[in-house]
């Protein structure tokens, strides 16, 4: 069966960068994309960005450009997310999803990123 | 602030049948598939719609999805006390070159 388990919670302090991972099971890694989306506490749904896993092409939110990078190991059958200086704006849960066909049909668990001083 | 909206709230009686909203414009909703989330607090989002109408294996009849111009709605028929949750809707932006989310909406079963 399909899964996406990515990995713990996070503290960092202000500045720093944290990289999320998401390893993907029960399908064929190379098949499909993958979407991260993050919701700040209390807070609705953001769309961060997507990777063609396949390719690695990837496609960011305006919002998240030039602070954020998706990136993939097939071997791993894992995609990363990766956000550089961190602000406290930036404490949420992140979630990746797959997308197979047009639809996002499996979501990891969510981690928990804190960023705190 | 999101450029799909959203009510922020709605709320309906068991078997009751309820609409949910989104508006937006012609670079998102008027031009592209709608998604349709359910999200139980504490949990990830579920797909409940996608490709504007679609609904995924698993995902009961009672929900439904349907698109107008550069309006989209959400329709859960016959209430439960399980359909209790945040529902989001939505769309790629061709202007933003990005998928954009709703502001979510409350759902409560009184």
């Known amino acids: 069966q399909v899964q996406l388990v990515q990995s713990g919670a996070e503290v960092k302090k202000p500045g720093a960068s944290v990289k999320v991972s998401c390893k993907a099971s029960?399908?064929?890694?190379?098949?499909?994309?993958m979407h991260w989306v993050r919701q700040a506490p209390g807070q609705g749904l953001e769309w961060m960005g997507w990777?063609?896993?396949?390719?690695?092409?990837?496609k960011y939110s305006q919002k998240c450009q030039g602070r954020v990078t998706l990136t993939r190991d097939t071997s791993a059958s894992t995609v990363y997310m990766e956000l550089n200086s961190l602000r406290s704006e930036d404490t949420a849960v992140y979630y990746c999803?797959?997308?197979?066909?047009?639809?996002?049909?499996?979501w990891g668990q969510g981690t928990l990123v804190t960023v705190s001083s | 602030q999101s450029v799909l909206t959203q009510p922020p709230s709605a709320s309906g009686t068991p078997g009751q049948r309820v609409t949910i909203s989104c508006s937006g414009s012609?670079?998102?909703?008027?031009?592209?598939?709608v998604y349709w989330y359910q999200q139980v607090p504490g949990t990830a989002p579920k797909v409940l719609i996608y490709?504007?109408?679609q609904r995924p294996s698993g995902v009961p009849d009672r929900f439904a999805g349907s698109k107008s111009g550069t309006s989209a709605s959400l329709a859960i028929s016959g209430l439960r006390s399980e359909d209790e949750a945040d529902y989001y809707c939505?769309?790629?932006?061709?202007?933003?070159?990005?998928?954009?989310f709703g502001g979510g909406t409350k759902l409560t079963v009184l």
């Open positions: 999803a797959r997308e197979f066909n047009g639809l996002d049909d499996y």
């Open positions: 029960g399908y064929t890694f190379t098949s499909s994309a």
């Open positions: 990777i063609n896993v396949g390719d690695s092409n990837t």
């Open positions: 012609s670079s998102n909703i008027g031009r592209n598939y």
């Open positions: 490709r504007s109408n």
């Open positions: 939505a769309a790629w932006d061709d202007s933003l070159s990005g998928r954009l």
